[in-house]
């Protein structure tokens, strides 16, 4: 692994030790030996790379390279950073860097940094993102941009759209993200952004006898459906545990 342990930095010595005393010593060596592991290990014990995450953000991704970064954040080579976190803020980042105008960049730029990750933070607390929270600000900002994309295809601005122009794509089959539109909108209204509105849709509570088949199938897709929120599954399945009526599923 190139020079000497005592030429290498800390970290990298500490995952020296680690390999060399590894139960199983040929899966370690087909590790090191990797085509997408080799030059970067040689690159750090020759002190070509620096030892840190941005370093690594510029190798670009592979499983191969998250593993080792992985690693060398349990030997404490690199801190330890919230991986889900970064790969949402490139997300967004490349997001806005596709908007086709500084007009609907700055909007999106808004909604996106400074309402749905800011909130996120916010709510988490420092505590590590989690997938579902990224996927569903990924859905949120791809919905934004859907309603943008529409009201242009219509010759329509977002501050000029108007109840009779959300009616109108609340009826029209291209129309997608519905649920997350429902959210974009209200914040744009809320700041003053544009003078439609469309009500968040609230249940009331069970009305009518159980049916266990749909208990059974909301159930199911409350502990596999990725797309939903890890808080909406769990308070989901609480709901069908103590029998009560499954919510109406939305039509977005």
């Known amino acids: 692994m190139g020079p000497d342990s005592g030429c290498l ?16 010593h040929i899966t370690a060596m087909r590790w090191l030996t990797k085509p997408a592991i080799a030059p970067v290990l040689a690159d750090l014990a020759a002190a070509r790379m620096p030892l840190t995450h941005a370093a690594f953000d510029e190798l670009g991704e592979g499983q191969a390279l998250a593993h080792l970064r992985q690693t060398l954040v349990a030997v404490g080579a690199l801190p330890e950073r919230d991986e889900e976190l970064v790969r949402l803020e ?22 996106t940094i400074w309402h749905l990750l800011r909130r996120l933070r916010g709510r988490n607390h ?20 859907a309603f943008l994309d529409w009201l242009e295809a219509h010759n329509l601005t977002l501050g000029g759209c108007t109840q009779a122009d959300l ?12 649920f997350e539109t429902g959210k974009f909108i209200r914040w744009a209204r809320a700041n003053k952004l544009t003078a439609g509105h469309l009500a968040s849709v609230r249940w ?16 199911r897709q409350l502990l596999h459906d990725e797309d939903l929120g890890a808080e909406d599954r769990l308070a989901g399945l609480l709901v069908l545990l103590y029998a009560q009526g499954a919510p109406p599923r939305s039509a977005g």
Do not use: C, M
């Open 9 to 24: 930095p800390p970290g990298l010595r500490t995952l020296r030790e680690n390999i060399a005393a590894a139960e199983h």
């Open 204 to 219: 009331g509570g069970p009305a009518q006898l159980l049916n266990d088949q749909h208990r059974w199938d909301t159930a």
């Open 126 to 145: 420092a505590r590590p993102t989690s997938r579902q929270q990224a996927l569903r600000i990924r859905s949120h900002a791809r919905a934004a941009a």
């Open 90 to 111: 490139q997300f967004l980042a490349g997001f806005l860097a596709a908007q086709p105008d500084s007009d609907r960049r700055k909007i999106l730029h808004r909604y």
């Open 167 to 178: 009616d109108r794509w609340r009826g029209d089959d291209s129309g997608v993200y519905r």
